[in-house]
């Protein structure tokens, strides 16, 4: 039995006491002396036997100093290492100097050396190490980039990028390109050439999820890059472009139920999606380019959304009520006001926390979505419904008329499995309506002005055809042709003068003549047409995450509405290069 060193000072005062209790005594206890005699050869064992003990536990506890000493080093050198102890899986340390790391020549890491990461199950969530979120067990273990917090777990995503670009035509932009804005050839910028390097796409990327019941789970994500603009960015020195908001939602999750209720910024819910309905499995095309391909429909926008599944989410049904914007072009003739009108408003610019620089068009309603989503065991499929309203309002001398046009539109995608071995597969996607261009990635007008000088949506449509495969392991190709285009124009003229978008009586004669001024070359975009091709390339894939090399080309042909003079068009050839590393991928 082990005493501590206050019980023993309290035995030796105890034993102390007695001593001078027997001195004190009486001639006739002088036979207990021997006793006392006795006692004290006891108390000096005794002590004895506690300096021993103070020397073992002196020596016990500077060996369990340097044994934490040594794992916190071997935790700094390999932070596996006692997870992978624990899985009963051998540690890095006794593995090969490659243990854990493939090369695009060599095999893949070892299997059982870490649990594997948690990745969106789609081909763009993969390249951009986007977390799925399809934890089955909330308190199981642990995968790669994931952190447990009682009983919430963080999962972490994202890639750091390293891109270049060339353009055959300056567009004065970085890795999101202006499709709309391609120069005609009566601007300089039409026969310069234009270069950069940038990491502004790099990512990060975070998911927190819990259960709020067996049934019940919540879901909050954000996924952030630099690809915004403060006042004071610039490319001259320091580079100062700020973080942005790409994607921030919450959402509740019923298993049994198979419902779930999103709230926040997201897709678009007229987005197609890779499979199912669910948040973070939307089929995006695979390109370096941020823009995309023309006929990609998409926004990021603040949303409600309810997606309901049956039949364990082979089927579901979605409603999502979304932020409303409208792409507004007057035309070359600028806004026109009917006889008598002082003003007209459809949009303004923005003030308190919104861009003072850009406008914001007078909405008074969301924009409505409606998909249904069909898995049935062979591919996927979706039929999409919107319904937009454009307001606007002309003011008269003590009096003035508002009017809100109903617009929208209805288009379907759908993805076929084309060889499973190589997972090969072709998609194709389209949607068709009025006042649809916000939709589409080139951001081709929604809306133009009509003779009362109110808002009047135009005819448009967008459509979108791929395919990407994998022909190796390491090796994924791709390749897109997309347009997007209005239907038809939507002018008048009134007072000698000409108005509206693709008025035949604009000038367009000065488009290919360098030097021309820009009242020669009021051109209206008809059409915006890509095709483009590119592929990834694995390099490394291991424990400590994946490095990607990628590279792409487009070809982008826009074209204007005839005019006086001829139909304009202009082109530009583009070259991506990218280097991406996704730490918990």
């Not at 120069?183 to 927190?208: D, K």
């Not at 700020?242 to 910024?265: A, H, K, S």
């Not at 109110?454 to 395919?467: E, I, S, Y």
Request: proline content about 5%.
């Amino acid at each position: 039995m082990k005493c501590s060193p206050r019980a023993w000072r309290l035995i030796l005062a105890t034993a102390s006491v007695s001593l001078t209790t027997l001195a004190a005594a009486s001639p006739s206890q002088a036979a207990s002396m021997d006793q006392m005699t006795m006692m004290e050869k006891q108390i000096k064992a005794m002590q004895a036997q506690l300096a021993t003990m103070k020397r073992e536990h002196q020596r016990e506890m500077n060996r369990i100093h340097q044994q934490m000493a040594q794992q916190r080093q071997a935790e700094e050198t390999d932070p596996y290492g006692a997870r992978n102890a624990y899985r009963g899986a051998p540690p890095h340390a006794s593995a090969s100097p490659n243990a854990g790391f493939a090369t695009a020549a060599a095999p893949g890491p070892r299997s059982d050396q870490l649990l594997p990461p948690v990745n969106a199950a789609t081909p763009y969530g993969q390249l951009t190490g986007t977390p799925t979120g399809r934890v089955l067990n909330l308190y199981g273990p642990l995968h790669r980039g994931q952190v447990q917090i009682g009983g919430v777990r963080i999962t972490l995503g994202g890639y750091a990028e390293a891109a270049t670009i060339f353009r055959s035509r300056n567009n004065v932009a970085d890795i999101s390109s202006n499709y709309g804005s391609i120069p005609f050839a009566n601007n300089p910028n039409y026969h310069i050439n234009e270069f950069h390097e940038t990491a502004r796409q790099s990512r990060l990327a975070a998911l927190v999820e819990g259960d709020i019941t067996k049934a019940l789970r919540a879901q909050a994500y954000i996924e952030t890059d630099f690809q915004g603009a403060g006042s004071a960015s610039n490319s001259r020195q320091s580079n100062s472009y700020v973080l942005r908001e790409r994607v921030f939602y919450g959402q509740l999750i019923d298993d049994v139920d198979d419902l779930t209720l999103l709230g926040g910024q997201n897709w678009s819910l007229l987005t197609m999606f890779n499979h199912g309905m669910r948040a973070r499995d939307e089929q995006v095309p695979l390109t370096i380019e941020a823009q995309y391909v023309p006929g990609f429909n998409w926004t990021r926008n603040t949303q409600i959304r309810l997606v309901k599944g049956f039949d364990h989410s082979r089927y579901n049904i979605g409603l999502s009520v979304e932020n409303p914007q409208q792409v507004i072009s007057p035309g070359s003739g600028g806004q026109y006001l009917p006889p008598g009108a002082v003003s007209g408003t459809y949009q303004n610019a923005g003030a308190n926390v919104n861009n003072p620089s850009t406008n914001y068009s007078t909405d008074i309603a969301p924009d409505i979505i409606a998909k249904v989503g069909a898995d049935p065991g062979w591919g996927h499929y979706e039929l999409t419904g919107l319904l937009r309203f454009a307001h606007s309002r002309v003011s008269y001398d003590g009096y003035g008329k508002s009017s809100t046009h109903v617009a929208g539109g209805g288009g379907g995608g759908l993805i076929l499995p084309v060889n499973k071995k190589h997972k090969v597969y072709f998609q194709a996607s389209g949607l068709v309506g009025t006042g649809i261009g916000r939709y589409g990635t080139s951001n081709i007008p929604d809306v133009t002005i009509d003779q009362k000088g109110q808002v009047k949506p135009m005819p448009a449509a967008n459509v979108l055809v791929g395919l990407y495969g994998n022909p190796t392991k390491a090796l994924q190709l791709y390749a897109y042709g997309g347009m997007e285009m209005l239907r038809a124009r939507s002018y008048f003229n009134a007072g000698g003068k000409h108005y509206g978008y693709g008025n035949p009586l604009y000038n367009v004669s000065g488009c290919d003549v360098e030097g021309a001024a820009s009242s020669a070359c009021q051109s209206s975009i008809n059409r915006v047409v890509q095709g483009t091709a590119g592929f990834w390339w694995t390099y490394m894939h291991g424990d400590y995450g994946t490095l990607r090399v990628g590279a792409q080309y487009s070809f982008t042909y826009v074209s204007s509405f005839s005019g006086v003079g001829g139909t304009p068009h202009t082109n530009d050839n583009m070259v991506f290069l990218s280097l991406r590393y996704l730490p918990f991928q």
